[in-house]
């Protein structure tokens, strides 16, 4: 990292100079004027989408990262991509689609990143696919930048106790089986997902948000607010300012990708009884920062650290509890405390 870092590394070779007279001619028809331009421009990518529940916060989440931006003194340019949802489509062909997506999101962020030579990145996931997706995009074009969870969904509520939407797909075997009515699964599925964000329990979405920033690729504090809490407009426009920091510093994601902080990830994943799609996921982001990462490294770390938290769909608690209890920084606290995380690998 260099005190001197430039940061308009890149978007020099777009927008300065006579030779480039026609790209800011073109900007300046929708609103950036000549000191726009003369900044930094942070390319800021969603997921955002009308097909589920979990990206559906992101047109506000994107607002309040570009406010940030802007603040710190960048010049944000949104773009969007796509999502596939695993609940909504599974048990269907559109259940192919899914893990493809992960490698369109990351192709589609590479595109348009390195195409209009944005100094730096933020990218917004949420859903299963969305987040190593744009993480993975991150490592790849290795400009300055950082993830931001959209975060989880607030529990339903059925008969008295807390619900997610894994309750619905063990109702629809109750059903079948004759252990509920047909009344009853029906208010269920009116009560399981009461507004936005990504399914409430340990599943993927959560896992993988909190594996992300364990790895330092989300602002330690953010993954566990939930979608719809009052603050995370306010931990939006701080990963807006904070994305301009990491610019002026010159900090690359493959500064902060290493094998130890896969390894905390992994520890995170383990001791959060997390999804095993965070294996499928980590070898990925992984393999685009160079690293070499396998299942033995899974299976050792694992062997190694404790069980410590007790979420649905294994447990009885929610994403929404986990916050209340403080979030991924007690998880680290933990992993610490277990001899299981290095603070000083993490970025």
Excluded at 189 to 213: D, L
Aim: include cysteine.
């Amino acid at each position: 990292m260099a005190a001197d870092f430039d940061v308009k590394h890149r978007s020099r070779l777009l927008l300065e100079g006579p030779a480039r007279a026609g790209a800011r001619a073109q900007l300046h028809g929708i609103g950036y004027d000549a000191d726009a331009i003369a900044k930094p421009i942070v390319g800021v990518a969603t997921t955002w989408t009308e097909t589920m529940p979990c990206n559906f916060n992101q047109r506000a989440l994107a607002a309040k990262v570009k406010e940030g931006i802007r603040a710190a003194g960048g010049t944000p340019m949104e773009f969007n991509t796509i999502a596939i949802s695993d609940g909504i489509t599974m048990g269907t062909s559109g259940m192919r689609a899914s893990l493809v997506s992960r490698e369109v999101v990351a192709d589609s962020i590479e595109l348009v990143a390195n195409a209009h030579f944005f100094d730096a990145l933020v990218t917004l996931g949420a859903c299963d696919k969305t987040i190593p997706g744009t993480v993975m995009a991150l490592a790849r074009i290795n400009v300055p930048g950082v993830m931001l969870y959209g975060g989880a969904i607030a529990p339903g509520h059925f008969q008295g106790h807390d619900v997610t939407i894994g309750d619905v797909y063990e109702a629809i075997g109750a059903h079948a089986a004759g252990k509920m009515t047909a009344e009853e699964l029906e208010e269920l599925v009116r009560s399981a997902s009461p507004g936005m964000g990504a399914c409430g329990g340990q599943f993927t979405a959560n896992t993988m948000a909190m594996a992300i920033e364990l790895l330092g690729m989300s602002p330690l504090g953010t993954a566990m607010v939930p979608a719809e809490n009052p603050t995370k407009a306010d931990v939006a426009f701080h990963v807006g300012q904070l994305v301009m920091d990491i610019l002026r510093r010159g900090q690359r994601p493959r500064d902060i990708i290493t094998k130890e902080s896969l390894e905390n990830a992994i520890a995170g994943i383990a001791m959060s009884g997390g999804s095993t799609n965070g294996v499928l996921h980590l070898l990925a982001i992984a393999t685009e920062a160079g690293i070499e990462l396998d299942i033995d490294d899974f299976d050792r770390i694992s062997a190694q650290t404790p069980l410590l938290c007790d979420l649905k769909p294994g447990g009885q608690y929610v994403a929404t509890d986990l916050f209340a209890a403080g979030g991924v920084p007690v998880v680290a606290k933990r992993l610490l405390e277990a001899g299981r995380f290095d603070t000083r690998k993490t970025g």
